[in-house]
């Protein structure tokens, strides 16, 4: 909610900062090329990019050079949704632009890729040699008999291999996927068969808190179960030879090849990402090369500021829509930094370490990981030379109050703290960080460019400092293009337009304040409605887990057959704490005066670990249908669970309340 005095900023941008911005520079530029506003700075540029939606995109494409082999026909065809159509008749390669930074030579022998390990040890990967293996892969691909359109698989971790792979497959015109080494083959599987893919790259294990983990059998049991498998090929990052029937990486990598790229329709699948896959078999979400291509110069080159003189570092695995965000930081010439290994290895300030390593300028991490560093008392300022660390960004879930405060205290007061939110849906943020805004604790600074974001009420009516659901009233070129085998677009249309047909609702409570920056409330449709009043789970996720005793919770809300509703709250506890009177009377009055008497939970209840999606979301939904009943094979896919046996918990805990 917010008051009719817009509050004071935790931060502000400099005159010289906001002068030396990007975005600033693409204003001017736009305002005397497309008519944009020249003054009025970001409230009005945002304001043109959604009312002149098709002019904002072709602006966009001629800022940022977008190489078009085929010209374009027009801009935006058709704006329905969803089947919106941008670009019609272009044709183009996101794999050229991901490496044209050093195709002139003048970049040769700077590093694009930082590869970094456990050691903390950064080792560079040059742009001629980014280029070199790229080239040597696409045309042993093409050998292989891979085909634009054929989908080709990485069962990697976040080393450079698995970037040499995605934009080899980018060249010719395949279509990548990828799940991280963590995943279990039956979680690999319920992916990977949908798609079929004629080519796996795989490692023969990684390393994960300070061991080797092998997954040899793993990868024999991908290869059974995916026939349409042309070519398997092996990656030795624990050092063993390449299985009978795999090729090895080196072979397909040694020759000195320039790449070519496959000019390909602008609509052309570029990736496929997977939803959760919590309550089913995941979703498998195409996106285009063409609208990946623009949506990501536009949030990397604009919202993120990046540029050639930066290094880009996000703790991701290549099974997160982070990773190909990561990836596509070489859209703008960046320095791409890969972290493979524990984001809290050997010590909770292991990210800092990277960061300060690595010269970052723009670190991203988990929510999470802030909150984490704050309880275990990291000082990163005192302990590492975070100077050259412009901006830190949080996504994953809602960055805290206190997770403002704590990064403003502990790593800089001059630093620009970006909270996003988007969705693997869009591989895009809806709203986030703009460098030339100011910065109010708990909030995201503004809806992007070219995004049309509305909070709306269960009518369709827009509401302003009011919560409502997450809508996106306009079309984004990195919307799918399609759901992997949902030929009519009926599980498209379900997942976004059921509700509100034409428009998008990604389902999160958001609130848009009356000074334009947007506060996220959690999910939707894991919503507590109490006395008819809604709240999302994340408000109580920041008051209780301030608690030094709290080390995670999760909050559920269950309308009973009665009409009666039970709201449990899940606490698991720090180490040598116990739950007794005391301590829930704590919780209580914590979330009472932070937040309402109608927060407070009716029963606390301890619980070993919360569950949490193999990207790390707390599983809400899942656990609600647990606990109203619905048996476990219909109420969540076990595969897409960190840890499954967490769940029967919940089943039991529904059965003896019956």
């Given at each position: 909610?917010?008051?009719?005095?817009?509050?004071?900023?935790l931060?502000?941008?400099?005159?010289?900062?906001?002068?030396?911005?990007?975005?600033?520079?693409?204003?001017?530029?736009?305002?005397?090329?497309?008519?944009?506003?020249?003054?009025?700075?970001?409230?009005?540029?945002?304001?043109w990019?959604?009312?002149?939606?098709?002019?904002?995109?072709?602006?966009?494409?001629e800022?940022?050079?977008?190489?078009?082999?085929?010209?374009?026909?027009?801009?935006?065809?058709?704006?329905?949704?969803?089947?919106?159509?941008?670009?019609?008749?272009?044709?183009?390669?996101?794999?050229?632009?991901?490496?044209?930074?050093?195709e002139?030579g003048?970049?040769?022998?700077?590093?694009?890729?930082?590869?970094v390990?456990?050691?903390?040890?950064?080792?560079?990967?040059t742009?001629?040699?980014?280029?070199?293996?790229?080239?040597?892969?696409?045309?042993?691909?093409?050998?292989?008999?891979?085909?634009?359109?054929?989908?080709?698989?990485?069962?990697?971790?976040?080393?450079?291999?698995?970037?040499?792979?995605?934009?080899?497959?980018?060249?010719?015109?395949?279509?990548?996927?990828s799940?991280?080494?963590?995943?279990?083959?039956?979680?690999?599987?319920?992916?990977?068969?949908?798609?079929?893919p004629?080519?796996l790259?795989?490692?023969?294990?990684?390393?994960?808190?300070?061991?080797?983990?092998?997954?040899?059998?793993?990868?024999?049991?991908?290869?059974?179960?995916?026939?349409?498998?042309?070519?398997?090929?092996?990656i030795?990052?624990?050092?063993?030879?390449?299985?009978e029937?795999?090729?090895?990486?080196?072979?397909l990598?040694?020759?000195?090849?320039?790449?070519?790229?496959?000019?390909?329709?602008?609509?052309?699948?570029?990736?496929?990402?997977?939803?959760s896959?919590?309550?089913?078999?995941?979703?498998?979400?195409?996106?285009?090369?063409?609208?990946?291509?623009?949506?990501?110069?536009?949030?990397?080159g604009?919202?993120?500021?990046?540029?050639?003189?930066?290094?880009?570092?996000?703790?991701?695995?290549t099974?997160?829509?982070?990773?190909?965000?990561?990836?596509?930081?070489?859209?703008?010439?960046t320095?791409?930094?890969?972290?493979?290994?524990?984001?809290?290895?050997?010590?909770?300030?292991?990210?800092?370490?990277?960061?300060e390593?690595?010269?970052a300028?723009?670190?991203?991490?988990?929510?999470?990981?802030?909150?984490?560093?704050?309880?275990?008392?990291?000082h990163?300022?005192?302990?590492?030379?975070?100077?050259?660390?412009?901006?830190?960004?949080?996504?994953?879930?809602?960055?805290?109050?206190?997770?403002f405060?704590?990064?403003?205290?502990?790593?800089?007061?001059?630093?620009?703290?970006?909270?996003?939110?988007?969705?693997?849906?869009v591989?895009?943020?809806?709203?986030?960080?703009?460098?030339?805004?100011?910065?109010?604790?708990?909030?995201?600074?503004?809806?992007?460019?070219?995004?049309d974001l509305?909070?709306?009420?269960p009518?369709?009516?827009?509401?302003?400092?009011?919560?409502?659901?997450?809508?996106?009233?306009?079309?984004?070129?990195s919307?799918?293009?399609?759901?992997?085998?949902?030929?009519?677009?009926?599980?498209?249309?379900?997942?976004?337009?059921?509700?509100?047909?034409?428009?998008?609702?990604?389902?999160?409570?958001i609130?848009?304040?009356?000074h334009?920056?947007?506060?996220?409330?959690?999910?939707?449709?894991?919503?507590?409605?109490?006395?008819?009043?809604?709240?999302?789970?994340a408000?109580?996720y920041?008051?209780?887990?301030r608690?030094?005793?709290?080390k995670?919770?999760l909050?559920?809300g269950?309308?009973?057959?009665?009409?009666?509703?039970?709201?449990?709250?899940?606490?698991?506890?720090?180490?040598?704490?116990?739950?007794?009177?005391?301590?829930?009377?704590?919780?209580?009055?914590?979330?009472?005066?932070?937040?309402?008497?109608?927060?407070?939970?009716?029963?606390?209840?301890?619980?070993?670990?919360?569950?949490?999606?193999?990207?790390?979301?707390?599983?809400?939904?899942?656990?609600?249908?647990?606990?109203?009943?619905?048996?476990?094979?219909?109420?969540?896919?076990?595969?897409?669970?960190?840890?499954?046996?967490?769940?029967?918990?919940?089943?039991?805990?529904?059965?003896?309340?019956k």
């Open positions: 909610m917010t008051s009719a005095i817009q509050p004071e900023p931060w502000s941008p400099s005159p010289d900062r906001i002068a030396a911005a990007r975005i600033t520079a693409f204003q001017a530029w736009a305002a005397e090329r497309f008519d944009a506003p020249a003054d009025g700075g970001y409230p009005a540029l945002h304001r990019s959604v009312d002149e939606l098709d002019v904002f995109w072709q602006a966009l494409a800022w940022f050079d977008v190489r078009f082999t085929t010209p374009y026909e027009s801009v935006l065809a058709d704006r329905a949704m969803p089947g919106a159509r941008w670009f019609t008749g272009s044709t183009l390669n996101y794999a050229e632009h991901a490496l044209r930074a050093g002139d003048a970049r040769a022998d700077e590093p694009a890729l930082l590869a390990d456990e050691t903390h040890e950064p080792t560079p990967v742009w001629s040699e980014l280029r070199r293996q790229v080239g040597s892969l696409a045309a042993e691909l093409r050998a292989l008999g891979v085909r634009p359109g054929d989908r080709v698989s990485g069962y990697l971790p976040n080393i450079p291999e698995a970037v040499v792979a995605l934009l080899a497959t980018a060249a010719v015109g395949g279509v990548w996927t799940c991280a080494p963590d995943f279990g083959a039956r979680s690999v599987l319920d992916r990977f068969q949908q798609v079929e004629v080519v790259f795989t490692v023969d294990g990684y390393r994960y808190g300070g061991k080797e983990h092998d997954r040899r059998e793993t990868v024999a049991e991908l290869r059974a179960e995916l026939p349409s498998l042309k070519a398997v090929v092996h030795p990052l624990l050092g063993t030879p390449a299985p029937g795999t090729r090895p990486w080196s072979e990598t040694s020759n000195d090849t320039e790449p070519v790229f496959e000019p390909v329709p602008f609509d052309h699948p570029l990736w496929i990402l997977y939803s896959g919590t309550t089913g078999v995941p979703k498998a979400i195409v996106q285009s090369q063409g609208g990946i291509l623009l949506e990501h110069l536009k949030q990397l604009l919202h993120c500021d990046l540029g050639p003189e930066d290094r880009f570092f996000w703790y991701t695995s099974g997160w829509m982070m990773w190909n965000f990561l990836v596509s930081g070489l859209l703008t010439g320095t791409v930094v890969l972290y493979d290994g524990s984001p809290g290895f050997p010590d909770t300030g292991a990210q800092w370490r990277i960061a390593r690595t010269g300028t723009l670190y991203g991490t988990s929510a999470a990981y802030v909150m984490a560093c704050k309880k275990a008392e990291v990163p300022a005192r302990d590492f030379d975070l100077s050259a660390v412009k901006c830190v960004a949080t996504t994953g879930s809602p960055l805290p109050p206190d997770g405060r704590w990064l403003h205290d502990e790593v800089a007061a001059d630093l620009w703290i970006a909270s996003v939110s988007g969705g693997t849906d591989c895009s943020c809806f709203a986030g960080g703009v460098p030339t805004l100011p910065v109010h604790i708990g909030e995201l600074q503004a809806p992007s460019l070219a995004t509305q909070a709306w009420d009518a369709g009516k827009p509401l302003t400092g009011e919560v409502g659901e997450l809508i996106v009233a306009a079309p984004l070129p919307m799918p293009i399609h759901f992997w085998n949902d030929p009519d677009g009926d599980r498209y249309r379900e997942s976004y337009f059921e509700m509100f047909p034409g428009a998008w609702r990604h389902g999160d409570w609130t848009i304040t009356d334009g920056s947007v506060v996220i409330h959690g999910r939707s449709d894991s919503t507590l409605n109490r006395q008819g009043v809604r709240m999302g789970s408000d109580i920041e008051a209780v887990e608690l030094p005793e709290i995670e919770s909050v559920i269950l309308e009973e057959p009665n009409g009666g509703y039970w709201m449990p709250l899940f606490v698991h506890l720090a180490p040598g704490t116990a739950l007794d009177d005391e301590l829930r009377k704590k919780i209580n009055a914590t979330i009472r005066e932070q937040l309402s008497p109608r927060h407070v939970p009716d029963e606390i209840i301890e619980i070993p670990a919360v569950p949490h999606t193999l990207t790390g979301k707390r599983i809400e939904v899942p656990v609600k249908r647990l606990l109203q009943g619905t048996p476990m094979d219909r109420a969540v896919n076990p595969g897409s669970v960190d840890r499954p046996e967490l769940l029967a918990f919940y089943e039991e805990l529904a059965r003896t309340r």
